[in-house]
């Protein structure tokens, strides 16, 4: 059973938590590369009235990337797993919410810039179901990370390892505590 | 206690994000933005071959939307949004040698693009490669901007990045109908496949 917990780690947290980190280190990288191109796409998904939330548009176009950036790296560390994983979760929410209403709208035409020039997923650079879907499949890994945490190769249970080794209060800590017991951590 | 946790970590992360999204804002050199305030005159033809095309300033007012009867207007009259060149405008600059410069998707270029127009959507204007073609065309010579038209706003972001390009262009235009337009109205039209299709009106 606790044998599991090391596959389950190695095999789908690990690799989850690095890739769609590095995913969007990845985006954040490329927007904060040219943030008024991001900040025209915003404006291109007619979400937000440019006439009287220019500095919205701007403020979002700034913050975005920054946050994902850190959720990212963060999610990467697998320190903050599980809070890295919501936000990353919440913007992949976002997002698609957005690429509908344009989806639905006939009368927008958007550039996604969802990784700035670069194509990921073998999606063009205009808004379609092309990247609907890649969000989606994106969104899996996400909800099972804030569901299951960072699993033993995280920071996290590093930290939760130092701080409470003994008392289970957390999962990560309890199955710390657990390998602590065993003598599975010392090193 | 748990998920109480992930909640401020959440807000701490975002509040994060919001302080260096707003650094990061403040030390950019160039400010991002839209030039809605940005006046740029509108720089009178210097007497040369351009044909005199009346280009209105560009006000909020909608000059009594489109008339009813729109039925007698010719195709290449129908006026686009406020302050943009109609079909017969843009194609009197065409005629005179004005550069055209396509602000739409790679895709939807590479497909079909109006004649020996150039490829330079906003964020390609501010590419090393969008600085070396807009290096390539001469600073007084007119620039006419289309995308896919009406809604399209890929022309407004392209003409602001041509401004912002430091080259010292004097007369980029919009052409308010877009590529469809001017493909249904029979003007040059170049495909993927190098055929050159349509004329003058």
């Known amino acids: 059973m606790k044998m599991n917990k090391w596959v389950e780690s190695s095999l789908l947290q690990f690799p989850l938590r690095v890739g769609l980190g590095g995913i969007f280190c990845l985006a954040a990288y490329t927007k904060l590369g040219d943030v008024q191109s991001f900040a025209e796409a915003i404006k291109g998904f007619q979400v937000v009235d440019v006439e009287n939330y220019e500095h919205l548009i701007v403020f979002g176009a700034f913050t975005m990337p920054w946050v994902e950036m850190i959720a990212g790296v963060l999610l990467i560390l697998g320190l903050w797993t599980r809070a890295g994983a919501a936000i990353v979760s919440l913007m992949l929410v976002l997002f698609m919410a957005a690429l509908m209403h344009v989806i639905f709208d006939d009368s927008i035409s958007a550039d996604c810039s969802c990784f700035g020039d670069v194509k990921i997923g073998g999606c063009s650079s205009k808004v379609g179901w092309c990247q609907v879907i890649r969000d989606l499949v994106m969104l899996v890994p996400a909800v099972y990370l804030v569901w299951r945490g960072g699993g033993v190769f995280a920071l996290d249970a590093l930290l939760s390892r130092k701080t409470a080794p003994l008392k289970a209060q957390t999962p990560d800590a309890q199955f710390v505590s657990e390998q602590v017991d065993e003598g599975g951590f010392r090193g | ?201």
Request: one cysteine or more.
């Open chain 2, 1 to 201: 206690m748990h998920i109480c946790t992930t909640t401020t970590r959440v807000c701490a992360i975002i509040g994060l994000g919001a302080i260096v999204g707003v650094g990061h804002a403040l030390i950019v050199r160039v400010p991002v933005g839209f030039g809605h305030k940005a006046i740029v005159a509108p720089v009178e033809n210097t007497g040369t071959a351009i044909p005199v095309v009346h280009v209105p300033e560009l006000t909020n007012e909608d000059p009594g939307e489109n008339p009813t009867e729109a039925p007698a207007i010719d195709p290449l009259d129908i006026p686009g949004p406020p302050g943009k060149l109609t079909l017969r405008e843009a194609y009197a600059l065409y005629d005179e040698g004005a550069y055209f410069v396509d602000a739409r998707h790679q895709e939807e270029f590479d497909e079909s693009h109006i004649a020996g127009a150039l490829f330079l959507p906003a964020q390609r204007i501010r590419s090393k490669a969008g600085l070396d073609e807009l290096e390539m065309i001469p600073p007084d010579i007119t620039i006419v901007i289309y995308c896919v038209g009406g809604e399209c706003d890929a022309s407004e972001n392209a003409k602001l990045a041509i401004e912002r390009s430091g080259f010292g262009f004097t007369d980029i235009r919009i052409m308010g109908r877009g590529f469809e337009d001017w493909a249904g109205a029979g003007l040059p039209v170049e495909h993927a496949d190098g055929t050159i299709t349509g004329d003058q009106p």
